[in-house]
């Protein structure tokens, strides 16, 4: 194309949410549950299990958080523990969810406020 360099069509995508979070133990059904939410969004590569040890992490425009969180549900045992943060971005918020003994609770604050509101 004249006029137009490689790089801008290979440009980074904007980073709106970032996630992060980690199950403990989980098994080859939550990352294949975990996956094909994944793959329906085209970020398959954000979810990883090294050992018993399910890893989220993703930067990007998107994320499903809320599926992902409704896939892992009826997945978790009384043993399981873990969390996953979303960051939004533009909203200047934090949604914490908490995985323990079987079930999931959550917290929101603003990233100003993060610590003190989503501790525990």
Do not use: Q
Request: proline share 5%.
């Amino acid at each position: 194309m004249p006029g137009c360099r490689e790089g801008a069509l290979n440009a980074v995508r904007p980073v709106f949410v970032k996630v992060y979070g980690s199950l403990h133990p989980a098994g080859r059904a939550a990352l294949a549950a975990v996956s094909s939410v994944l793959a329906d969004w085209y970020i398959p590569e954000a979810v990883e299990l090294k050992g018993d040890l399910l890893r989220i992490s993703h930067e990007g425009e998107y994320f499903p958080v809320e599926d992902v969180v409704d896939v892992l549900r009826p997945l978790l045992s009384e043993t399981c523990e873990g969390k996953l943060d979303y960051l939004d971005l533009e909203a200047w918020s934090l949604r914490r969810f908490f995985f323990r003994h079987g079930r999931v609770s959550e917290r929101t604050a603003s990233l100003d406020r993060a610590l003190e509101s989503c501790a525990k």
